[in-house]
């Protein structure tokens, strides 16, 4: 790999300054958890294990399964953060790993193009040779943040800075310290969603009952992008299981969502195939 570890150590200084907008961030991502049903998976079948995660920890039971789970994260306090991050959603995928994909990974990324913009303005000489080694014009900061993969080695640490932080904190500890920020996050979703989509068609006869579905179900999908494509189907019904919303409430929320042509039939085919 080429000679880039003067950036790899300025993308790791960023990141350090920014080390309390990533606990934050991470915070806010845990806002509600502990209102979601707890599941778990025994002798290879996933099903809710009754009440909630909140219930789980108020009887001081582990949040993790036997079955599931990182090794790094074993031995975890229960109802810790660190708890949580092991157990398993409603579709069955470790909250560790959507975690990443959802905090850790888009944080590192812009902690780069961070740092790469910094580099360009206070090291034009190195920024120009490492443009060179690299067999880039300078224009796609996040492209020459892939090819210069600094983004494994960053998010390996930024996990151990959170787990260093949040590990062995009380969940609702965390969700309490999450509220403001969550509501930001909630707020700037809806405004996205306001200022990019096509004014409202004549009204559908939503059914009253699923309206608060419905407002939970967007809130889900906000960071999906619209519309979202049939072969992101898992993503929906994964992001929408895990914001609570029951399976039966399914076929009355998909159609008030923003999905391509498409979406609601792979989402209930893969809900019909899970069951």
Do not use: K
Not at 162 to 180: F, I, M, Q, R
Not at 219 to 247: C, H, K, N, Q
Request: proline share 8%; aromatic share 4%; glycine share 8%.
């Amino acid at each position: 790999m080429f000679d880039v570890d003067w950036m790899g150590q300025l993308a790791r200084e960023v990141l350090r300054e920014r080390l309390p907008a990533l606990i934050a961030e991470a915070c806010a991502w845990s806002v509600g958890m502990s209102d979601r049903p707890h599941h778990e998976r025994r002798r290879g079948r996933l099903g809710e294990t009754g009440g909630t995660i909140g219930d789980r920890i108020a009887r001081e039971q582990p949040l993790s399964g036997e079955e599931d789970g990182r090794l790094d994260l074993g031995d975890a306090r229960p109802g810790s953060f660190r708890d949580v991050l092991n157990a398993v959603d409603a579709a069955g995928v470790l909250y560790a790993d959507r975690f990443d994909r959802e905090v850790l990974e888009p944080f590192v990324l812009g902690t780069c193009v961070l740092a790469a913009e910094r580099a360009r303005a206070t090291r034009p000489v190195a920024w120009a040779e490492l443009l060179d080694d690299l067999g880039e014009d300078g224009r796609d900061l996040v492209g020459i943040v892939r090819a210069g993969e600094w983004e494994a080695s960053l998010r390996t640490e930024a996990e151990h800075l959170v787990l260093a932080a949040l590990a062995d904190v009380p969940l609702l500890e965390v969700e309490a310290e999450g509220l403001p920020l969550s509501l930001v996050r909630a707020a700037e979703a809806l405004t996205r969603e306001a200022a990019t989509s096509p004014p409202p068609p004549a009204p559908a006869g939503e059914d009253p009952a699923a309206s608060g579905a419905v407002f939970l179900a967007r809130a889900a999908l906000a960071d999906l992008g619209e519309p979202v494509p049939p072969s992101w189907a898992d993503r929906v019904l994964t992001a929408l299981l895990a914001e609570g919303i029951e399976p039966d409430e399914l076929p009355a929320v998909l159609p008030h969502l923003p999905l391509a042509p498409g979406t609601a039939d792979a989402v209930l085919t893969l809900l019909d195939a899970g069951r």
